[in-house]
């Protein structure tokens, strides 16, 4: 197997990586999602400026505002994306999983309201699937949809909707045949958060970031071209979305792991302790190599995802794998930087004695929801046993 990159695509690479230094905000420390309010801001003229090039969604068709890239070229870009930390978070998911879902299940009215804004760099998404009582049960969600006339009346209720504060529109799951089985009574509607009837709750996360939200809807009426694919198919539609939404997960996460891990190494390096550096120690040595060979079979997982991909083969199965192993490496990144930083390694990027801004007390508090979103490890495991090896439910 020959892993290495085409003429084509290196030369790509390239020109990202100029782009990146040459845009990238002056000073940017790479935050994740861009939490704070001018950190926002920033990111959102970055992705204009993406979007000037085509880059926003590479992989889209040029019609709504791609450049219709192989898989092997977005995953070049994802590539530079991550390692750079480049400020993406407003688009993630509109590209990642959203996206898709329209590209594949709209009508031609749909993907031409919604595509092009969103390689524009002009609209926000967020993604209105868990709720209080449907989390890892997601088939199990009590959110109502009630036709009445030819609008839809929708209630109930969403959390850790991330971004929700900052969106302009939601893709939502909600019961539309409460009869029918559990799975097979669920529509998927694309909802404007203008709509009168909903109101958008903050949830403060451990890192005391204001990313997620609860998401209240109350008699809230759309109309019946908000309904996307066919009413009661949506479970089939949200099991694709999702399994975009695991790939797109790690495709540049595996990128900025391989960063922190260089970073760390710098660290080491240039860190003494009784005039040796850090690296001379044999026990961190061995823990960044661990790292290094966890970060590289990660990164080769991925690798095998954007082959079938390229292939049009199925890949849900090794989807979930990706997901399950990258978002668990993520983990294991974050506790090795916390164990040699040691004491510095939990202050956080406002303290005078902290050391590498505070990145790893920041990637140690959100490593453990990545291992959540998107579907627990739990869950991946349950996918990967029942339908890769197909043992039995339960």
């Given at each position: 197997?020959?892993?290495?990159?085409?003429?084509?695509?290196?030369?790509?690479?390239?020109?990202?990586?100029?782009?990146?230094?040459?845009?990238?905000?002056?000073?940017?420390?790479?935050?994740?999602?861009?939490?704070?309010?001018?950190?926002?801001?920033?990111?959102?003229?970055?992705?204009?400026?993406?979007?000037?090039?085509?880059?926003?969604?590479?992989?889209?068709?040029?019609?709504?505002?791609?450049?219709?890239?192989?898989?092997?070229?977005?995953?070049?870009?994802?590539?530079?994306?991550?390692?750079?930390?480049?400020?993406?978070?407003?688009?993630?998911?509109?590209?990642?999983?959203?996206?898709?879902?329209?590209?594949?299940?709209?009508?031609?009215?749909?993907?031409?309201?919604?595509?092009?804004?969103?390689?524009?760099?002009?609209?926000?998404?967020?993604?209105?699937?868990?709720?209080?009582?449907?989390?890892?049960?997601?088939?199990?969600?009590?959110?109502?949809?009630?036709?009445?006339?030819?609008?839809?009346?929708?209630?109930?209720?969403?959390?850790?909707?991330?971004?929700?504060?900052?969106?302009?529109?939601?893709?939502?799951?909600?019961?539309?045949?409460?009869?029918?089985?559990?799975?097979?009574?669920?529509?998927?509607?694309?909802?404007?958060?203008?709509?009168?009837?909903?109101?958008?709750?903050?949830?403060?996360?451990?890192?005391?970031?204001?990313?997620?939200?609860?998401?209240?809807?109350?008699?809230?009426?759309?109309?019946?071209?908000?309904?996307?694919?066919?009413?009661?198919?949506?479970?089939?539609?949200?099991?694709?979305?999702?399994?975009?939404?695991?790939?797109?997960?790690?495709?540049?996460?595996?990128?900025?792991?391989?960063?922190?891990?260089?970073?760390?190494?710098?660290?080491?390096?240039?860190?003494?302790?009784?005039?040796?550096?850090?690296?001379?120690?044999?026990?961190?040595?061995?823990?960044?190599?661990?790292?290094?060979?966890?970060?590289?079979?990660?990164?080769?997982?991925?690798?095998?995802?954007?082959?079938?991909?390229?292939?049009?083969?199925?890949?849900?199965?090794?989807?979930?794998?990706?997901?399950?192993?990258?978002?668990?490496?993520?983990?294991?990144?974050?506790?090795?930087?916390?164990?040699?930083?040691?004491?510095?390694?939990?202050?956080?990027?406002?303290?005078?004695?902290?050391?590498?801004?505070?990145?790893?007390?920041?990637?140690?508090?959100?490593?453990?929801?990545?291992?959540?979103?998107?579907?627990?490890?739990?869950?991946?495991?349950?996918?990967?046993?029942?339908r890769g090896l197909g043992l039995p439910r339960g």
């Amino acid at each position: 197997m020959d892993f290495r990159f085409t003429a084509e695509e290196e030369a790509f690479r390239q020109e990202v990586r100029e782009f990146i230094r040459r845009e990238m905000p002056p000073d940017w420390e790479g935050v994740f999602l861009e939490e704070e309010e001018e950190d926002w801001k920033q990111g959102r003229a970055f992705v204009k400026k993406l979007s000037q090039k085509g880059w926003v969604a590479p992989a889209w068709p040029k019609e709504y505002g791609g450049m219709e890239a192989s898989p092997a070229l977005q995953l070049v870009y994802n590539e530079e994306m991550g390692y750079h930390r480049a400020p993406i978070g407003s688009i993630i998911q509109a590209v990642g999983y959203i996206g898709p879902a329209i590209l594949f299940f709209g009508t031609e009215e749909q993907k031409n309201q919604h595509l092009p804004p969103i390689t524009a760099g002009e609209i926000v998404w967020c993604q209105g699937f868990s709720e209080p009582e449907a989390g890892s049960d997601l088939a199990s969600l009590k959110c109502r949809a009630v036709k009445d006339g030819d609008d839809w009346v929708i209630n109930g209720d969403k959390i850790w909707t991330s971004n929700a504060h900052r969106s302009e529109w939601c893709i939502l799951l909600a019961r539309t045949d409460p009869a029918a089985p559990k799975h097979k009574g669920i529509s998927f509607f694309l909802v404007d958060m203008q709509t009168p009837g909903i109101t958008v709750q903050p949830t403060i996360n451990m890192a005391n970031v204001h990313s997620f939200n609860q998401v209240f809807f109350e008699d809230v009426r759309v109309p019946s071209s908000a309904l996307l694919g066919q009413e009661n198919q949506g479970w089939y539609i949200a099991a694709m979305t999702l399994d975009y939404e695991r790939s797109s997960l790690v495709a540049a996460a595996v990128s900025m792991a391989k960063r922190g891990l260089d970073d760390l190494v710098e660290y080491c390096k240039e860190t003494k302790v009784n005039g040796r550096s850090l690296l001379d120690n044999p026990l961190v040595r061995h823990k960044l190599s661990e790292m290094a060979i966890e970060i590289e079979v990660g990164k080769y997982m991925v690798y095998r995802v954007v082959s079938q991909q390229a292939r049009k083969e199925p890949g849900s199965i090794e989807a979930a794998v990706c997901k399950l192993y990258n978002t668990e490496m993520d983990v294991r990144l974050a506790n090795t930087g916390i164990q040699i930083l040691g004491l510095y390694g939990q202050l956080h990027k406002d303290s005078k004695w902290v050391r590498m801004m505070g990145r790893f007390q920041k990637s140690y508090l959100y490593a453990i929801a990545m291992v959540i979103g998107g579907g627990s490890s739990e869950i991946q495991r349950n996918i990967i046993a029942m339908r890769g090896l197909g043992l039995p439910r339960g």
